[in-house]
């Protein structure tokens, strides 16, 4: 027994490297974890103090626990059952086909990656692009949805910043968990916005079996409590208008309601812009008939680290304003759960087109299309203040009140953008950027400002 035994040196490596991992496996790792997990449970309770909608326990349960309560779900059994006779496969393979399906979709929410590094995050550049204008009744709309109901904030999509931008916006109420489609699921942005709390859909899968783990996900989580952010249209709008509703998610969140349990508020959520970083690559897009766009992500980076550069030197250069007004809530207790999915939808836009904000980028441009000729900016100030005045639920004060400078402003960002010209005359559209005017004037079309233009 005392014996001395001679070994290599990379066996005695491994031996201690092996011992080490079992002890800290066994020992200190299962300390070290109940002692973050119990700073974590307090810092959890401090911030829902201060939150209007606390987190829900759903929320900030484990990806494995919510993985396996998912494939284990009696509904996605069923459904396993169904794919595995279907196809003509083995029930084990279904299962896991079906854990793979909840492996993708299940976010990994960490409340200190949301509120301590995304939503600082997004402040920060949301600031440094835009001047932010938020509806005079949005607090009040929050506060008037009874603290036991599940939030769905609907939301018209206009540019990926919508994301950033409701983020940012949302970080005193609650937190958002949204779909977000195949374009995110790269490394590392993938892992990060798993732990902002997002879950991954397929936007054109028609598989069954993805359909039902997808759909009870979403189902479990509205039932949890969990404040979504969903936006019906299905993608980026490429004309500027408000886009026909696609019924996926929300026909899953009215199939699994349960009118003996929560209630579920949807808040219509209106978003407009003096200026849509992708504007150009959705037109051309629109334009070819296909949704393939052409910004790569070293573009988008380098714009963000730009103007994080900006924000440092002080010298920001912002793009107009960026406006959120929430609309009309609606209840689907009241609303009715037996209803058809499309006239909820329906009712829905209509709520986020009564709502959208208008802005003096859209109104300058809606003015400019009125008349092939040239305008003087008197011209066109006389226009935005009719207009600006008959809008002004949804209008910021800044554009009602000093409409001069409101039109001052967004001829300085158009002319930047090189979207107008000066002449002798006025101001026009440039010849090859009539496609850009009609985006920013077709936000507002809905709101019929023809029959107020001076003519």
């Given at each position: 027994?005392?014996?001395?035994?001679?070994?290599?040196?990379?066996?005695?490596?491994?031996?201690?490297?092996?011992?080490?991992?079992?002890?800290?496996?066994?020992?200190?790792?299962?300390?070290?974890?109940?002692?973050?997990?119990?700073?974590?449970?307090?810092?959890?309770?401090?911030?829902?103090?201060?939150?209007?909608?606390?987190?829900?326990?759903?929320?900030?349960?484990?990806?494995?626990?919510?993985?396996?309560?998912?494939?284990?779900?009696?509904?996605?059994?069923?459904?396993?059952?169904?794919?595995?006779?279907?196809?003509?496969?083995?029930?084990?393979?279904?299962?896991?086909?079906?854990?793979?399906?909840?492996?993708?979709?299940?976010?990994?929410?960490?409340?200190?990656?949301?509120?301590?590094?995304?939503?600082?995050?997004?402040?920060?550049?949301?600031?440094?692009?835009?001047?932010?204008?938020?509806?005079?009744?949005?607090?009040?709309?929050?506060?008037?949805?009874?603290?036991d109901a599940t939030v769905?904030?609907?939301?018209?999509?206009?540019?990926?910043?919508?994301?950033?931008?409701?983020?940012?916006?949302?970080?005193?109420?609650?937190?958002?968990?949204?779909?977000?489609?195949?374009?995110?699921?790269?490394?590392?942005?993938?892992?990060?916005?798993?732990?902002?709390?997002?879950?991954?859909?397929?936007?054109?899968?028609?598989g069954g079996l993805y359909?039902?783990?997808?759909?009870?996900?979403?189902?479990?989580?509205?039932?949890?409590?969990?404040?979504?952010?969903?936006?019906?249209?299905?993608?980026?709008?490429?004309?500027?208008?408000?886009?026909?509703?696609?019924?996926?998610?929300?026909?899953?969140?009215?199939?699994?309601?349960?009118?003996?349990?929560?209630?579920?508020?949807?808040?219509?959520?209106?978003?407009?812009?003096?200026?849509?970083?992708?504007?150009?690559?959705?037109?051309?897009?629109?334009?070819?008939?296909?949704?393939?766009?052409?910004?790569?992500?070293?573009?988008?980076?380098?714009?963000?680290?730009?103007?994080?550069?900006?924000?440092?030197?002080?010298?920001?250069?912002?793009?107009?304003?960026?406006?959120?007004?929430?609309?009309?809530?609606?209840?689907?207790?009241?609303?009715?759960?037996?209803?058809?999915?499309?006239?909820?939808?329906?009712?829905?836009?209509?709520?986020?087109?009564?709502?959208?904000?208008?802005?003096?980028?859209?109104?300058?441009?809606?003015?400019?299309?009125?008349?092939?000729?040239?305008?003087?900016?008197?011209?066109?100030?006389?226009?935005?203040?009719?207009?600006?005045?008959?809008?002004?639920?949804?209008?910021?004060?800044?554009?009602?009140?000093?409409?001069?400078?409101?039109?001052?402003?967004?001829?300085?960002?158009?002319?930047?953008?090189?979207?107008?010209?000066?002449?002798?005359?006025?101001?026009?559209?440039?010849?090859?950027?009539?496609?850009?005017?009609?985006?920013?004037?077709?936000?507002i079309a809905h709101c019929?400002?023809?029959?107020?233009?001076?003519?």
């Open positions: 027994m005392t014996q001395v035994v001679e070994i290599p040196l990379w066996l005695f490596v491994l031996i201690v490297l092996f011992a080490a991992v079992t002890f800290a496996s066994h020992f200190l790792f299962p300390s070290v974890r109940w002692f973050f997990r119990r700073r974590l449970e307090r810092a959890v309770r401090r911030l829902n103090e201060r939150l209007t909608r606390p987190i829900e326990p759903f929320k900030l349960a484990g990806r494995y626990d919510m993985i396996q309560r998912l494939i284990y779900d009696p509904e996605v059994s069923r459904e396993i059952a169904n794919h595995a006779r279907s196809n003509n496969v083995p029930e084990n393979v279904a299962f896991e086909r079906a854990r793979a399906y909840a492996r993708e979709i299940v976010p990994g929410f960490s409340a200190f990656t949301y509120f301590s590094f995304g939503t600082r995050m997004a402040r920060l550049l949301v600031r440094s692009v835009y001047s932010v204008w938020t509806g005079p009744r949005n607090d009040e709309v929050i506060r008037s949805i009874p603290k769905v904030f609907i939301m018209n999509h206009r540019s990926n910043m919508d994301y950033v931008l409701v983020t940012y916006l949302a970080a005193q109420t609650s937190a958002l968990s949204y779909a977000v489609g195949e374009w995110a699921r790269v490394w590392p942005l993938s892992r990060l916005i798993r732990m902002m709390g997002a879950y991954f859909i397929r936007r054109k899968s028609r359909r039902k783990v997808l759909a009870r996900y979403v189902q479990m989580a509205i039932a949890g409590g969990v404040a979504q952010g969903i936006f019906p249209e299905g993608g980026l709008s490429l004309n500027g208008r408000l886009m026909p509703p696609r019924l996926g998610l929300l026909s899953y969140v009215t199939e699994g309601f349960d009118p003996e349990g929560r209630d579920v508020v949807f808040v219509p959520v209106a978003i407009n812009y003096d200026r849509v970083l992708e504007d150009r690559v959705l037109i051309a897009a629109g334009q070819r008939g296909d949704r393939r766009f052409g910004a790569r992500i070293s573009v988008v980076l380098r714009f963000i680290l730009g103007k994080f550069w900006q924000g440092l030197r002080g010298r920001v250069t912002r793009f107009g304003t960026a406006a959120v007004v929430f609309g009309e809530p609606l209840s689907l207790s009241q609303f009715g759960e037996d209803r058809p999915v499309e006239e909820l939808a329906e009712d829905l836009m209509g709520r986020i087109g009564a709502a959208m904000p208008v802005l003096a980028v859209p109104l300058v441009c809606r003015a400019l299309r009125s008349g092939a000729a040239p305008q003087s900016e008197a011209a066109l100030t006389d226009a935005v203040r009719t207009m600006a005045e008959r809008l002004s639920a949804n209008t910021p004060a800044t554009v009602v009140e000093d409409p001069a400078k409101a039109v001052q402003g967004a001829l300085v960002q158009l002319h930047r953008h090189e979207v107008i010209e000066a002449t002798p005359e006025g101001w026009q559209i440039r010849p090859d950027q009539r496609a850009v005017a009609d985006y920013y004037a077709s936000s019929q400002t023809e029959d107020v233009i001076p003519a």
